[in-house]
C-alpha cells in the first residue's frame, strides 16, 4: 500500500474542494488511477460547505455558561456543543463528552484549532452525501473511480491522543465482517468486524497531522479493501445497547439531556 500527503492551499469558506484537491495532485505531478482513495479532511470539508462558525456570532445561553464554567471552555464554544450535539454525558477540562450524528465524540466534533481565530470548525453537515457528491465529481472531472473517505480525529477510553475517525465513506466497503472465518488456529470467529475505513483514516491521519501540516488530502493506494457503488453508512455504527463501553458505564441510559 502506499500513501502520499498532498499539500494544499489553505481552504476558505465556500472553496471548491474538488477543484482544489485536483489541482493539488497534479502540482504534487499525481495522475489518479481507479481503486485509489482520498482521504479528506472534515475540517476543509466543512470550509467547503461554509460549516466555520463566527464565535463573535454566537449568543450563549444559560446553560452554555453553565457548560463553559463547568468545563473551562468559551460559553459561545459551548453553546455550538449544545446546538450541534443530540445528547451529552459530561466532561473534563475543555472536553464535553457528546453524541453527534450517532457517534460518541467530544465538542460534538467542533474545534477552532485550524480554523481563523475566532471561528470553529463544524462536522460536515451530512457527511455521506458529501462523501458521495465528491466521489462524483471526482469521477466527472478525471475520469477515475476512487473511493472518499472523510477523516476527523477522536480518542478513546484510557487511551492519550488523538487518532484517526472515518466520519463517512463512499467506494468502498468500511466493515469487513470476519464472523464464520478462521483465525491461525481454525477457531471461527464469533463477533470480530473490522474497521477498515477507520484504520485507513488512522493511517491518513498520521500524514495529516494535527498542527500546521497544510495536508488536509492523503493518497491511499493499493488499500486492501472491497470497493463497491452502494455503501451502508450506518454499518460503522453501533446501538448503545450493543456497545461494551455505553452498556458498561451507562447501563440504564441514564443520560444527560441538552435540553
Known sequence: MQVLAIRTKIFKSGDDLVSIVVISLQAHGVELKDRDILAISSKVVASAENRIASLREIQPSEKARELATKYSLEPEFAELVLRESEKIYGGVHRSILTLKNGVLTVNAGIDNKNAPMGYA????LNPQSRADKIR??????????????????????LRMGTRGLALAVSGFKSIEDCRGKQDLFQK??????????DDLASVAHLLMGETNEQTPVVLIRGAPVAFTEVVNEEEMKIS????????????????????
Open 121 to 124: 470548525a463544524l462536522w460536515p
Open 136 to 157: 462524483e465529481e471526482i469521477k466527472k472531472r478525471t475520469g477515475k473511480g476512487v473511493g472518499i473517505v472523510i477523516v476527523d480525529s477522536q480518542v478513546v477510553p
Open 188 to 197: 471461527k470467529l464469533v463477533i470480530t468486524r473490522h474497521s477498515v475505513a
Open 240 to 259: 448503545p445497547e450493543e456497545c461494551v463501553y455505553m452498556k458498561s458505564f451507562y447501563p440504564q441510559q441514564d443520560h444527560t439531556s441538552k435540553m
